[in-house]
């Protein structure tokens, strides 16, 4: 069985990024009632606020945990209250990205289904993602593309 969850760096990272901007919405919203410019604080929290909250909903609403076993898939998303469940035979086809960044490879694995749904695995978000592109290479080379 294979299970593929979100590391903890990458939650770390993205959360430490999180308290800052709403830190810093929050010192300007204090701060923003003693001083005579507020022009420049107003700035600060009707831009710190917001992107730290459109980050803070885009990645809580894209935590999956994937467990994989006997050509089954079983995708959770705790945060939209969701579950995908499929065989095999569902998979329409499947591909794997690699692209070279200055920082080094950035790998992604796509699964889409017949249905239209698609399943996105990245190595620097999940867990298990060499594991899941074995198994994939292994028993479903055919849907390749």
């Known amino acids: 069985m294979?299970?593929?969850?979100?590391?903890?760096?990458?939650l770390f990272s993205v959360g430490i990024f999180i308290f800052i901007a709403f830190g810093i919405f929050f010192y300007g919203?204090?701060?923003?009632?003693?001083?005579s410019d507020k022009l420049?604080?107003?700035?600060?929290?009707?831009?710190?606020?917001p992107i730290g909250l459109l980050v803070l909903m885009k990645i809580l609403f894209s935590l999956k945990t994937i467990k994989i076993s006997k050509e089954k898939f079983e995708a959770r998303f705790p945060f939209k209250f969701k579950k995908i469940s499929f065989n095999g035979k569902e998979i329409d086809h499947w591909f794997h990205t690699s692209i070279k960044t200055y920082?080094?490879?950035?790998?992604?694995?796509t699964i889409k289904l017949a249905s239209g749904k698609q399943?996105?695995?990245?190595k620097q978000e999940n867990t298990e993602y060499d594991k899941t592109l074995n198994y994939l290479k292994k028993k479903f080379k055919k849907l390749e593309k």
């Open 2 to 10: 294979i299970v593929s969850k979100p590391k903890i760096g990458t």
């Open 29 to 35: 919203v204090v701060q923003v009632q003693s001083t």
């Open 103 to 109: 920082g080094g490879m950035y790998e992604e694995l």
């Open 40 to 49: 420049w604080w107003y700035i600060l929290i009707y831009t710190s606020g």
């Open 119 to 122: 399943l996105i695995l990245s």
